[in-house]
C-alpha cells in the first residue's frame, strides 16, 4: 500500500520532466493514478516553513532576495532566501520537497525567527508530521542534517532522488553525485541511465569534481557499467533536460539590429583580390625594433590604413556619404578610418582621425591607445563616431574572403583576411614563398562603380606589395 | 574510507611547508592557511569554496589574506551609492561583491583580512573579535584597542581599524574582519566617496568612519607580524600548532571548480547585476552654445538594467523620432559607461547627417554618461 502511494508521489512530482521513464509504472498503477491526480490538487498538505533560529539572540531579520516565486517546486536543501542582520547575509534553504505556495514577506521587509517564512504545499504520502518520511529513513533532525543510510554508505539524496533510483534499480553508492556536499541529484540519475542504454545526453558541466575534502565520508564510485547488469530496455528513450533559453534583445544588440538593417538597404557589391605582402613582412620586420624603442606595437595595420588613406585622395568618392534621400554626395575631408575591433559586448568600431596627415608612426600610436581603451571598456563617444571608411582585420581570427557590411553611413569596407605563406610563380617562372593576404572590399554601388573600387584596389595593393612607392605620394 | 584519508594526507602533504603525517589522525580543532594571491575575487573564491566544501565540525579554520587595491562591497549593496566608480575606473581599481552582508571597505596590501570559518552552530562574531584584540595586546600591550557592540575594533576609543561581515549557509559559517595596518589612507577616502546625486535606494547603506593605520600608532608594525600575532592566538586557543598553510587560490586540483566561482564573481550580472532595485531622479545643466540647459533625468534601474527612463528636454531639441529611440534603446540597457556609449554611437549611424544634430546628440548622452 505504502509502496503504491508513494511510486504515485513519484509520478506526481516528475511527471512533467520525465514521463517516458514512468511509462511502466504509469501503465501498471494507472488506476491508482486516475484517482491520485483528480484529488493531488487538494491533497498535499500546506506546511508552513518557519524561519530557524540565526544565533547570537537575533529575533528579526530583512528579506533581501528571494530565490523562488509562488508556484516554483523546491527539493530540500535547495536555497529559497537571502536575508540580513546586522552586516550577516543568511541563505534560507528548505526543509521540504514541495511546491511554493505562500511568501510571507516581500522584498526589504522585516521577518521574524519562528515566525512562517513561506508555505509550502508537500506530498500527502509525508503523513501528517511532515518532517518524517515513510521510506526506511530516520526523521529530519532539527539542524537539517539528513544524511540517509542505504546499505551502510552514507549518501545524500532527497526522497524523490532515491524514488527515482529505486524506480530503476540503481544503487545510490554507484551514482556520482554533482550537487552541492555531493548530492545525489536528478540530473544524475538520468546520466546514469544514460550510460547504460548509450544514450546521449548534453554534458553536465559539473560532473567530474570531486573535492578531496567532503562533509559525507562516502567513496561515489564511477559507474563502472560494463560488469553491471541493470535490467533497461534499450529502446526505453531518455527524456532530454536541456531547455532552449530566450533571452529579450537589449541595449547594443538593439542598437545593432537597427544599424544592420540600415546597412542592408544599401546595394552592395563585392571585389576581392589577393595581395603580395612578401615586401611588406620584411620592412616591417625591420621597423618593429625601431618602435619598440619608442614603445609602441608596430603590427600591420598602420600600413594598411596609411596606404588606405592614400588611395582615398585618389578616389574620394569611397570617402564619401550619402544623404537619406540619395539627393545628394558629400565627400568627407577628413580620412577618419575606422578599424573594427572584437570585445566582449561584440563588434565596436572606433576610428583613427586624420589619417591623411598622419604618418605610419602616428597611427600606429593611435591604434595602440584605442585598442587598450578598448579592451579596458573605456572609449568615448568621440573615438567611436565621425568614421568615414573601415578596415576590418577579421583575418587576426582566421578566414580569407569575406562579405563585409557597410556601416553607415560610409560608403565602402574592407575586409582583410589572414596572411597565409603559399606557393607562387615570379616573373622568371619560378616557385617562390609568398606572404599571401586575402582583401573584401563592398562599396554602396548606387554611387560607386565597379571599376573606381577595382582602381582604388590595385592602387592600394600596388603600395602594399612595393611598400617603397608610399615614399612617393607620402604628404 | 582509509583510501580516502591517505589521499587527503598526499594533498596536504604537498602543500605544507613541513612534511606532516596522515592529517586526520592527529585530530586537530583548527587549521590556518594563507592565500599566496592578491588578486580578491581569487580570495573570495576560496572563502565560497571552503564554505561550500570543507567539513568544519572535524576542524574550524581561520583564512589569511590580503588584496592589491581594490573596493569591496556588501552582498545586498549599491556600488552607485558606496563608491566612485568613474575615480575606480581611472585608477584601475577593482571593484568586488562579496556573499556576506554589511558595508563597503577598500583593501590594498596594508590591510589585512581574517576569515573565521565554523559550523553554523558555533558561529561567534564577538569571540573571533577578542581573538584578534588579545592577539594585539600581546604583540603591543600598549594599544589601545577593544571591541564596540556593532562589532568594530576601536583604536584609542575613536578611529575605525576593523569591520566585520558574516555569511551564513545551511551547515556553515564564516565571518571575516579586516585590519587596517598601512593602507593609503588618502585613495580609501575619495575611492568611497560617491559623487552620484539623486540616488534612492534600500540597499545597505555603509556607516561612515574616522579611521586610522595601526602603523601611523606605532610603526614598527607591519602586515605580516600582525597576521603572524593572529595566527598564534588561533593556534592557542585551538590547542594545534602554530603552523600556517598556503594555498594558491588558482590550484583546481587543491581546490575543484575554483575557477568557476573565481569567473563568477567577475561577472557583471554578479558585481552590477545584484544591486537592489534604485532609482535616480536629478538634473544634468548642460552648457550649450551660449546657455546652460537644465534636463530633467528620471530613471529606475533594477538588477542593474534601466527599467524606466524619463529625460525632461527643451521641447524639439531632438527630434521626436530620435528622443524616442533613444529612450527606447536605454530601457533595458545595462546602466553602464562603456555599454551606453557604444550603444548611442552606434544608433548616431542611422541619425540624419547634420551636425547640429549630432552635437546635441552627442552633449547629451555624454552628460547621460556621466550618471553611470
Not at chain 1, 506546511?47 to 527539493?75: A, C, H, M, P, R
Not at chain 1, 608612426?361 to 573601415?390: H, K, M, N, Y
Not at chain 2, 537644465?294 to 534601466?306: A, E, F, Q, S
Request: glycine residues 6%; positive net charge.
Amino acid at each position: 500500500c505504502i509502496h503504491r502511494v508513494r511510486s504515485c508521489s513519484s509520478i506526481r512530482f516528475i511527471k512533467s520532466k520525465y514521463v517516458c521513464v514512468f511509462d511502466k509504472s504509469a501503465l501498471k498503477f494507472s488506476h491508482q493514478q486516475r484517482l491520485f491526480r483528480t484529488s493531488a490538487v487538494s491533497c498535499g498538505q500546506i506546511v508552513q516553513f518557519k524561519l530557524s533560529d540565526i544565533g547570537e539572540g537575533i529575533t528579526e531579520v530583512t528579506v533581501k532576495e528571494w530565490y523562488i516565486k509562488e508556484g516554483d517546486s523546491v527539493s530540500q536543501f535547495d536555497s529559497i532566501c537571502e536575508v540580513q542582520s546586522d552586516k550577516a547575509s543568511v541563505t534560507i534553504t528548505s526543509r521540504y520537497d514541495g511546491v511554493i505556495r505562500k511568501l510571507h514577506y516581500s522584498i526589504d521587509d522585516i521577518a521574524f525567527v519562528g515566525k512562517p517564512l513561506v508555505d509550502i504545499e508537500i506530498d500527502a504520502s509525508k503523513g501528517v508530521a511532515p518532517a518524517e518520511d515513510v521510506v526506511e529513513t530516520p526523521p529530519m533532525s532539527h539542524e537539517e542534517h539528513t544524511h540517509q543510510e542505504i546499505k551502510g554508505h552514507k549518501t545524500l539524496a532527497t526522497p524523490a532522488v532515491r524514488r527515482l533510483a529505486m524506480e530503476n534499480n540503481i544503487k545510490l553508492s554507484e551514482v556520482v553525485g554533482t550537487g552541492k556536499d555531493n548530492r545525489i541529484l536528478k540530473e544524475d540519475i538520468l546520466n546514469y541511465l544514460a550510460k547504460q542504454t548509450g544514450a546521449i545526453l548534453p554534458p553536465s558541466p559539473k560532473a567530474e569534481i570531486v573535492p578531496p575534502l567532503r562533509k559525507t565520508e562516502t567513496v561515489p564510485a564511477a559507474p563502472k557499467d560494463k560488469a553491471r547488469k541493470i535490467p533497461v530496455p534499450v529502446s526505453r528513450p531518455i527524456a532530454f533536460s536541456g531547455k532552449d533559453k530566450t533571452e529579450p534583445v537589449t541595449g547594443f544588440q538593439k542598437a545593432m539590429v537597427k544599424t544592420m538593417s540600415a546597412a542592408l538597404k544599401i546595394p552592395h557589391f563585392g571585389y576581392c583580390d589577393e595581395i603580395d605582402l612578401t615586401q611588406l613582412v620584411q620592412l616591417r620586420e625591420e621597423l618593429k625594433p625601431l618602435a619598440e624603442l619608442r614603445g609602441v606595437k608596430l603590427s600591420f595595420m598602420p600600413f594598411f590604413i596609411k596606404a588606405a588613406s592614400l588611395g582615398l585622395l585618389q578616389y574620394p568618392i569611397l570617402n564619401a556619404s550619402l544623404d537619406e534621400n540619395c539627393q545628394n554626395v558629400t565627400y568627407k575631408a577628413s580620412h577618419n578610418i575606422g578599424v573594427a575591433m572584437d570585445t566582449e559586448q561584440g563588434l565596436i568600431v572606433p576610428n583613427v582621425k586624420n589619417v591623411q596627415v598622419c604618418s605610419v608612426f602616428d597611427i600606429a600610436v593611435e591604434l595602440s591607445r584605442l585598442q587598450s581603451l578598448g579592451s579596458a571598456g573605456q572609449l568615448g563617444t568621440s573615438d567611436l563616431t565621425g568614421g568615414t571608411f573601415t578596415l576590418s582585420n577579421i583575418g587576426t581570427i582566421g578566414g580569407t574572403y569575406a562579405k563585409p557590411v557597410i556601416l553607415p553611413p560610409e560608403v565602402a569596407i574592407g575586409a582583410l583576411g589572414k596572411i597565409q605563406v603559399l606557393p607562387r610563380f615570379n616573373g622568371k617562372g619560378e616557385v617562390f614563398k609568398a606572404q599571401i593576404m586575402n582583401v573584401s572590399w563592398s562599396a554602396d554601388h548606387r554611387i560607386i562603380d565597379g571599376a573606381t573600387m577595382a582602381r582604388f584596389s590595385n592602387l592600394w595593393k600596388s603600395y602594399l606589395e612595393n611598400p617603397a612607392s608610399m615614399l612617393l605620394d607620402l604628404k | 574510507m582509509v583510501l580516502q584519508s591517505l589521499k587527503n594526507c598526499l594533498w596536504l602533504s604537498c602543500i605544507l611547508r613541513t612534511p606532516k603525517a596522515c592529517f586526520w589522525s592527529t585530530a586537530t580543532g583548527g587549521l590556518i592557511i594563507q592565500s599566496v594571491s592578491n588578486d580578491v575575487y581569487q580570495n573570495l573564491a576560496v572563502e565560497d569554496w571552503i564554505h561550500d566544501h570543507m567539513d568544519l565540525e572535524k576542524q574550524q579554520v581561520l583564512f589569511l589574506w590580503r588584496n592589491s587595491p581594490a573596493v569591496v562591497i556588501g552582498r545586498h549593496q549599491n556600488p552607485w551609492q558606496e563608491c566612485n566608480l568613474r575615480l575606480l575606473r581611472q585608477k584601475n581599481i577593482k571593484l568586488a561583491r562579496r556573499r556576506s552582508g554589511g558595508g563597503t571597505v577598500y583593501h590594498d596590501l596594508g590591510n589585512i583580512n581574517l576569515t573565521f570559518f565554523t559550523t553554523r552552530k558555533k558561529y561567534e562574531r564577538m569571540e573571533n573579535l577578542k581573538l584578534v584584540v588579545k592577539a594585539l595586546k600581546a604583540l603591543r600591550p600598549q594599544l589601545d584597542v577593544h571591541v564596540t557592540d556593532r562589532y568594530d575594533i576601536l583604536l584609542d576609543g575613536q578611529y575605525k581599524i576593523s569591520g566585520t561581515a558574516a555569511k551564513l549557509g545551511r551547515t556553515s559559517a564564516y565571518h571575516h574582519c579586516t585590519l587596517l595596518c598601512n593602507a593609503d589612507k588618502f585613495v580609501l577616502s575619495s575611492v568611497l566617496k560617491s559623487p552620484y546625486k539623486g540616488l534612492k535606494s534600500n540597499a545597505t547603506p555603509s556607516v561612515p568612519a574616522s579611521v586610522k593605520n595601526l602603523f601611523e600608532e606605532d610603526p614598527s608594525l607591519t602586515s605580516e607580524m600582525l597576521l603572524d600575532a593572529i595566527a598564534k592566538e588561533y593556534a592557542t586557543q585551538h590547542q594545534i600548532d602554530h603552523h600556517i598553510t598556503v594555498i594558491n587560490p588558482a590550484d583546481e586540483t587543491l581546490l575543484p571548480g575554483i575557477s568557476n566561482k573565481t569567473k563568477e564573481l567577475q561577472t557583471w550580472e554578479w558585481v552590477y547585476g545584484k544591486t537592489p532595485k534604485f532609482s535616480i531622479s536629478t538634473c544634468l545643466n548642460m552648457a550649450y552654445k551660449d546657455s546652460v540647459l537644465d534636463v530633467k533625468v528620471n530613471m529606475d534601474v533594477k538588477h542593474g538594467r534601466i527599467e524606466v527612463c524619463n529625460i525632461d528636454l527643451p521641447e524639439q531639441w531632438l527630434p521626436q523620432g530620435l528622443y524616442s529611440e533613444l529612450v527606447k534603446s536605454l530601457t533595458g540597457s545595462k546602466f553602464c559607461p562603456n555599454e551606453t556609449t557604444t550603444l548611442v554611437t552606434t544608433l548616431l549611424r542611422v541619425c540624419p547627417q547634420d551636425d547640429e544634430l549630432h552635437s546635441r546628440w552627442s552633449l547629451l548622452c555624454e552628460n547621460m554618461i556621466t550618471l553611470m
